[in-house]
């Protein structure tokens, strides 16, 4: 039987390889330069779901100090890895932490929130949604801004690609990377989306020198009525981030 690993486990193939397949994804090109305008010069920015620091780097790079919350080991890993990299004066202004965005409880209040790459859609519409923004109002500055990047629910409908032809195949050392959707769903009446994604890697020659089977999963609902009651409300409508989601942003009431 196919062993099925969570995604961003720190075990996974999804974890290992996760900037080659973030960098080359076009829904999120030019995503920072958008995080970038949501807090003033020099502010403080939490990440929620930062993952590898794919945004949170950069953002300490211009200057923000930035806290990036994750849940998965496997991923901060290989951000602390990047920030030990970073020269000193950047890296003072970046924190990683782990955390999970349901029950967030970090002591302190922050000049934007944001989370990116439908990272926030992880997370179930449901009393997780309910504890996830009040969690965000209870850490969000007076004069804040919150945004969350959240898939569009269309692309989902669209059929399945085939499972035997590579949704995405790069040159990786000694070999190459390809990716094969074995299964997709998308149970519309919950909003759940599920890909079961085949991560295989070879030799330059084709022949396999590793598989990982690993679900992925996104769930899609209206945020608006959750963060209503949380005490925050719209800071305008949805803007569009690449052809397959939108920025919601919030403010409070
Ligand atoms: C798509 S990655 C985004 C990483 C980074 N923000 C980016 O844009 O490249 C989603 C991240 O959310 C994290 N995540 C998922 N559920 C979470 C939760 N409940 N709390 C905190 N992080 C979570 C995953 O571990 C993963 O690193």
Same mark, same amino acid.
Request: overall charge neutral; glycine content about 8%.
């Given at each position: 039987?196919?062993?099925?690993?969570?995604?961003?486990? !720190?075990?996974?193939? +999804?974890?290992?390889?996760?900037?080659?397949?973030?960098?080359?994804?076009?829904?999120?090109?030019?995503?920072? %330069?958008?995080?970038?305008?949501?807090? $003033? =010069?020099?502010? +403080?920015? &939490?990440?929620?779901?930062?993952?590898?620091?794919?945004?949170?780097?950069?953002?300490?790079?211009?200057?923000?100090?930035?806290?990036? &919350?994750?849940?998965?080991?496997?991923?901060?890993?290989?951000?602390?890895?990047?920030?030990? !990299?970073? *020269?000193?004066?950047? =890296?003072?202004?970046?924190?990683?932490?782990?955390?999970?965005?349901?029950? &967030?409880?970090?002591?302190?209040?922050?000049? #934007?929130?944001? #989370?990116?790459?439908? !990272?926030?859609?992880?997370?179930? *519409? +449901?009393?997780?949604?309910?504890?996830?923004? #009040?969690?965000?109002?209870?850490?969000?500055?007076?004069?804040?801004?919150?945004?969350?990047?959240?898939?569009? #629910? /269309? *692309?989902? $409908?669209?059929?399945?690609?085939?499972?035997?032809?590579?949704?995405? @195949?790069?040159?990786?050392?000694?070999?190459?990377?390809?990716?094969?959707?074995?299964?997709?769903?998308?149970?519309?009446?919950?909003? @759940?989306?599920?890909?079961?994604?085949?991560?295989?890697?070879?030799? %330059?020659?084709?022949?396999? !020198? =590793?598989?990982?089977?690993?679900?992925?999963?996104?769930?899609?609902?209206? *945020? /608006?009525?959750?963060?209503?009651?949380?005490?925050?409300?719209?800071?305008?409508?949805?803007?569009?981030?690449?052809?397959?989601?939108?920025?919601? $942003?919030?403010?409070?009431?």
């Amino acid at each position: 039987m196919t062993v099925i690993r969570p995604y961003y486990s !720190t075990e996974s193939a +999804s974890a290992l390889h996760y900037d080659l397949v973030a960098f080359a994804d076009p829904a999120v090109q030019l995503d920072v %330069d958008l995080y970038a305008h949501m807090a $003033k =010069a020099g502010g +403080s920015i &939490l990440e929620l779901g930062a993952g590898t620091g794919r945004v949170a780097i950069p953002l300490a790079e211009r200057g923000f100090e930035v806290t990036g &919350l994750d849940i998965a080991q496997g991923m901060l890993v290989r951000a602390e890895a990047k920030r030990a !990299t970073l *020269p000193a004066e950047v =890296a003072v202004r970046l924190h990683f932490v782990r955390g999970d965005m349901r029950s &967030l409880a970090l002591g302190r209040q922050f000049d #934007a929130i944001i #989370a990116s790459y439908f !990272t926030f859609a992880h997370v179930q *519409p +449901s009393a997780a949604w309910k504890q996830a923004f #009040a969690g965000m109002a209870r850490h969000l500055a007076p004069g804040g801004v919150i945004a969350l990047h959240l898939p569009d #629910a /269309e *692309p989902m $409908k669209r059929p399945a690609p085939s499972p035997d032809i590579p949704v995405f @195949r790069k040159p990786i050392e000694g070999g190459v990377l390809t990716l094969f959707v074995a299964a997709q769903t998308f149970n519309e009446k919950v909003g @759940r989306f599920d890909l079961l994604l085949d991560y295989v890697t070879s030799t %330059d020659k084709g022949v396999e !020198t =590793a598989r990982s089977r690993e679900r992925y999963t996104l769930f899609v609902g209206d *945020p /608006e009525p959750y963060a209503a009651k949380a005490g925050l409300r719209p800071a305008g409508p949805p803007e569009a981030l690449g052809a397959t989601g939108f920025i919601h $942003k919030f403010v409070k009431c």
